[in-house]
């Protein structure tokens, strides 16, 4: 079992950062896929990121792209979420997930974290 835990949500202004965190622990070497995904009011879970242990390779979803960084820390099994140049359209709950699937980006996964929430404003 793996259990996901984010930490690092809180209130910032348009135009901030702010770092996200995932710890993972648990049966951490099963996973393959971290990823990162958002759920605002009244609209679906969405994908935002995700980064794979095996070569680092990463994917965004086109709204976040340019501002927001995923990134792994595989002695700590650890991964972050770097967003900056926050907007108010990313406000939302953000949730850590990881899958034990090689291949899949945006599907797939099967482990999920509580989520911590982000909130933006002007």
């Known amino acids: 079992q793996v259990q996901l835990v984010e930490s690092g949500g809180g209130l910032v202004q348009t135009g901030g950062s702010l770092r996200l965190s995932c710890a993972a622990s648990?049966?951490?070497?099963?996973?393959?896929?971290m990823g990162w995904f958002r759920q605002a009011p009244g609209k679906e879970r969405e994908f935002v990121a995700a980064f794979r242990w095996s070569g680092g390779s990463t994917y965004y979803a086109d709204s976040v792209k340019g501002r927001f960084a995923i990134s792994g820390d595989n002695a700590k099994r650890t991964v972050y979420l770097q967003m900056n140049s926050l907007k108010r359209e990313d406000t939302a709950v953000y949730y850590c997930?990881?899958?034990?699937?090689?291949?899949?980006?945006?599907?797939?996964?099967?482990?999920w974290g509580q989520g911590t929430q982000v909130t933006v404003s002007s």
């Open positions: 648990g049966r951490t070497f099963s996973t393959y896929t």
């Open positions: 997930a990881a899958s034990d699937r090689r291949f899949g980006w945006t599907t797939g996964y099967n482990y």
